[in-house]
């Protein structure tokens, strides 16, 4: 069993809706979690970061993290075609912790 | 702008041949990863290192083995390529290790 699951979709939704992706993980140890996006041919790039339990905010995009269930998310609201892209869950131990642990992604394309 | 610069954007090798893959960072970060991705697996870390000729092996470090003579410049070898070795690599820097800082990736195919 991987130590992150993420559901590799593809996830395609019309322009304007609310897109919802979610990552369960196995080792309670995990603190720092963080959801990247990767446009097509791009590395990925930092989108979100959250330390333990609870809600972060930034524009658009809102992630959550429930330990008790070993359970992440993100939320994309009034989605748009240059949201279209992978996005990737990823995690910690902690802050001296060099081995992030990586979802396997989820393609997402945003319809016009 | 933060630049981390993978010296090849695609590459194709033949079974047996030693492979660099040269990567740079322009923000003075101490820490520097390899990873590869391949679809379904995500990305899985190969080697990182934490300051200048130092080294600390991922999850997947069998025949791979990485140089990091400054601070600026890490590369990674594969010693002898192999067929499952074609991948997307990945180069990453950071300060802080939840922000890694991606570059574009080497798509690499062994034939």
């Known amino acids: 069993q991987k130590e992150v699951e993420q559901d590799p979709g593809p996830l395609s939704v019309p322009e304007g809706a609310i897109v919802s992706l979610n990552c369960t993980y196995s080792n309670s140890a995990f603190q720092y979690f963080m959801w990247y996006r990767q446009y097509s041919r791009k590395g990925p790039e930092l989108l979100m970061y959250t330390y333990s339990s609870g809600n972060k905010e930034d524009g658009r995009f809102t992630a959550q993290v429930d330990k008790s269930s070993k359970y992440i998310s993100l939320f994309i609201r009034d989605s748009q075609p240059s949201d279209s892209a992978t996005y990737l869950c990823?995690?910690?131990?902690?802050?001296?912790?060099?081995?992030?642990?990586f979802g396997a992604g989820t393609t997402v394309t945003v319809r016009a | 702008d933060v630049k981390v610069t993978q010296s090849s954007r695609y590459l194709v090798k033949r079974t047996g041949e030693k492979v660099f893959l040269e990567c740079v960072q322009d923000?003075?970060?101490?820490?520097m990863f390899w990873y590869r991705q391949d679809p379904g697996l995500g990305l899985r870390l190969i080697y990182f290192?934490?300051?200048?000729?130092?080294?600390e092996k991922g999850d997947i470090p069998e025949g791979y083995s990485v140089s990091r003579e400054k601070k600026e410049r890490f590369s990674l070898i594969l010693e002898s390529a192999s067929t499952n070795q074609t991948s997307m690599y990945l180069c990453?820097?950071?300060?802080?290790?939840?922000?890694?800082?991606f570059g574009s990736g080497t798509q690499l195919s062994v034939l």
């Open positions: 990823a995690m910690s131990r902690g802050s001296n912790d060099y081995k992030l642990s």
């Open positions: 990453a820097s950071s300060v802080r290790n939840e922000k890694l800082f």
């Open positions: 290192s934490y300051d200048v000729k130092m080294k």
């Open positions: 923000m003075d970060h101490e820490n």
